[in-house]
């Protein structure tokens, strides 16, 4: 009777933890339900969307129709004008003025011929001056209003197209760019630095959207555990100590490993408004005491530190740069195997200085290495999660090197170890 119930508990708690892992997906499921979700959205929402129907405006075609040759004349000054880099004020000074030319030579002849046909005497004459003079200011007027009204719609064509163009551009399709301005002007600054803006708007969204995946996924696993022994220590714990010890170790350390990761985050989200306290210090004393710290706690490996000068002088934020070299050097512990050598040093090269760790352990592959300061990224996501690894250490590391104006660079060879080379400027 008694293995019958021990049958009947297991399997009740198989069946409690296939229902936890299907609510909460287990380590192994990657994050493309999340991501497809997203992409689902996105592409609904871009359906919606209307394209955008661009009509010419056929009072606009009539006037250059009807003043071709002065339109004549403003495509040929377009034409110059995306060679030469020219400022739009002088541009469309340039343009008015050569119009205003145009309209006094014209005014100039009609008023000429006027009076060479005048035969009436100075009474005569004085009408023929009046009536020539009211028309040539209604035709001038007329003249000029149009034709400048001609040339501001070619100049200001490249606005109304940015500003059509901007319309397509929104939280869900940020892919949109401005097209490129034909002219050698601030126009084609403008466009430029707006497509710029994309670009950054974009990769940071796409930042975040790969953040979201990745935090709820990362998190998954240590709530789908808490939930599942947590039901099996309810329903059978309290009788059995050995379950008991098992789901009270169990829901310790993915607690513990719940609050590393949100500690982590929060730390990466405060880099981001993080007001530096730079002070001078010996990097050299910095480094080596962090060494001898984790030599008294790690026996399992051998840990050695190496310098070439004995005081290397910088000024940075020492309790960052600190946490980045631990950081470091706990990323080297965890994936080297007992008995392994690491090794922390520092030194001045050229104008900068360096620090230096590198590891005898096991590696990184050479398409893993572009990765690797990428958030909740790990070369071996089962190896990794089981020496306590939440992804976040080496883009915390590359965070602080970039809030200092440093720099951080790796070299691996798998199976033979890998360094990590901080540069401080």
């Known amino acids: 009777m008694k293995n019958r119930a021990d049958k009947h508990n297991k399997a009740e708690s198989e069946t409690e933890a296939r229902h936890v892992s299907s609510v909460f997906p287990a380590d192994g499921d990657d994050r493309s339900d999340v991501e497809r979700t997203l992409s689902d959205i996105k592409q609904e929402k871009l359906s919606e969307k209307t394209p955008l129907q661009k009509k010419r405006n056929p009072f606009l075609i009539a006037l250059m129709i009807l003043f071709f040759p002065i339109t ?67 035709v001038v007027s007329v003249l000029y209003a149009a034709m400048v009204w001609v040339t501001s719609q070619f100049m200001l064509k490249p606005i109304r197209s940015i500003t059509d163009r901007i319309d397509d551009v929104t939280g869900d399709n940020l892919s949109a760019r401005l097209d490129q301005v034909d002219s050698q002007d601030e126009l084609k600054e403008l466009t430029n630095r707006i497509n710029e803006m994309l670009d950054n708007l974009e990769q940071s969204f796409v930042r975040q959207q790969n953040f979201v995946a990745d935090a709820s996924h990362e998190l998954k696993t240590p709530i789908s555990v808490i939930q599942g022994y947590s039901n099996m220590l309810k329903r059978w714990g309290k009788d059995d100590p050995k379950i008991l010890d098992e789901g009270i170790e169990a829901i310790a350390r993915e607690s513990e490993n719940m609050k590393r990761i949100v500690e982590q985050l929060l730390f990466l989200a405060r880099l981001g408004n993080f007001s530096m306290n730079a002070v001078r210090f010996n990097l050299v004393e910095v480094v080596s005491e962090i060494a001898e710290s984790y030599k008294m706690v790690d026996f399992t490996h051998a840990i050695t530190f190496k310098r070439k000068e004995d005081a ?51 590696g990184i592959k050479e398409e893993d290495l572009p990765h690797i300061f990428e958030r909740f990224y790990r070369c071996d996501k089962a190896r990794g999660r089981e020496k306590g690894s939440s992804g976040l250490g080496l883009s915390i590391a590359k965070s602080i090197v970039e809030t200092m104006g440093g720099e951080i660079s790796v070299t691996s060879e798998l199976g033979k170890g890998t360094e990590f080379v901080i540069k401080l400027f």
Do not use: W
Request: aromatic letters at 6%; hydrophobic letters at 45%.
């Open 312 to 362: 290397i002088t910088v000024e940075t934020d020492k309790n960052l740069l600190t946490e980045c070299v631990r950081a470091l050097v706990d990323n080297a512990i965890k994936y080297t195997p007992s008995g392994g050598k690491i090794t922390v040093g520092c030194e001045m090269n050229g104008e900068h200085a360096e620090i230096r760790v590198s590891d005898t352990g096991i």
């Open 72 to 138: 004549g004349i403003v495509l040929g000054v377009r034409l110059l004008f995306r060679k030469i880099n020219m400022p739009l004020t002088a541009k469309m000074t340039l343009i008015y003025s050569i119009i205003f030319s145009l309209v006094l030579v014209g005014f100039t002849v009609f008023f000429v011929e006027s009076m060479r046909k005048s035969d009436g005497g100075t009474s005569g004459y004085m009408r023929t001056l009046q009536v020539t003079s009211a028309v040539l200011v209604i």
